[in-house]
């Protein structure tokens, strides 16, 4: 996919989704903005892995629940290459929580989640769009979840505020559309991401993972690369004619399995 001339700022990008994204990009010719929160040498790793695939790249720290860092990734970007054409806002978390224990989770725990998963990608959106609107083909692509679809997920904070930046994205596409900004989510379903093996480590991990293998009718667990191709496309121009768009990503996990008879 072509990337050529694009710049890029994928939050969260130094691991998992995000990086697999970049890598993508920059196998286009794209020039990206590496966004990091905690570990410097990975998003080294993947600035190397997307000079090697065509592309250039810097990396930058930034707290994507800081409004300030979020004007500071920006003007990376603008400092750099002078331009902004594509903005990902991948970066995110989550508290694990079963959702019939109401007193699992505290007002702090939805205000955290809700910084980064909404507030994140509003505030990075805020300071993007100036520099977006000179460009001949802005694209702000959200990653979401079929969470905020479906009302499952890791906890209920968690399904709150992907369901919220669903209806960002919607209100978002249509307020900025009249500067050629187009504003589309990508909705995954479960993905394999180191971060997630980190978390539960090896034997729940692929516990988790079969269960997805079992309950999707493409009897898949997806991972970053099944991500990534959907993010490309909404973040190219081969999506100049798509806009407030929630993209399922899933294996067919939203459908449920086949219904037979008999």
């Known amino acids: 996919m072509d990337f050529s001339d694009q710049i890029a700022i994928i939050t969260g990008s130094s691991a998992g989704i995000g990086q697999a994204a970049a890598i993508g990009m920059a196998e286009g010719g794209a020039k990206l903005v590496i966004n990091y929160s905690k570990s410097a040498e990975a998003a080294e790793k993947v600035v190397a892995a997307c ?30 290459w002078g ?12 508290k694990f929580m079963n959702h019939d224990d109401l007193d699992g989770l505290s007002a702090e725990d939805f205000e955290q989640i809700y910084a980064l998963n909404l507030i994140g990608p509003y505030q990075m959106t805020k300071h993007a769009r100036p520099h977006l609107a ?22 209920i904070a968690y399904v709150a505020s992907k369901g919220a930046l669903n209806s960002a994205t919607l209100a978002l596409a249509r ?24 978390a539960f480590g090896d034997e729940v991990f692929e516990q988790i993972a079969e269960g997805q293998r079992k309950g999707t009718p493409m009897g898949r667990a997806g991972g ?39």
Do not use: Y
Request: hydrophobic residues 45%; aromatic residues 4%; glycine residues 12%.
């Open 51 to 80: 000079k090697a695939a065509g592309g250039d790249a810097i990396a930058v720290k930034a707290d994507v629940s800081d409004d300030a860092d979020c004007k500071k990734l920006v003007e990376a970007a603008m400092d750099e």
């Open 175 to 198: 307020s900025l559309g009249p500067e050629n900004i187009r504003v589309n989510a990508v909705c995954p379903g479960f993905v394999g991401t180191d971060w997630f093996r980190n």
């Open 224 to 262: 970053p690369d099944d991500i990534k191709g959907p993010i490309m496309f909404f973040a190219s121009r081969a999506s100049a004619h798509v806009t407030g768009q929630l993209l399922v990503v899933d294996a067919g996990m939203l459908l449920g399995m086949p219904f037979k008879i008999g």
């Open 134 to 155: 000179k460009s001949d083909a802005p694209s702000v692509v959200n990653i979401s979840s079929v969470a905020g679809v479906r009302g499952i997920g890791s906890s």
């Open 83 to 94: 331009r902004l054409d594509i903005l990902v806002n991948n970066a995110g978390t989550t």
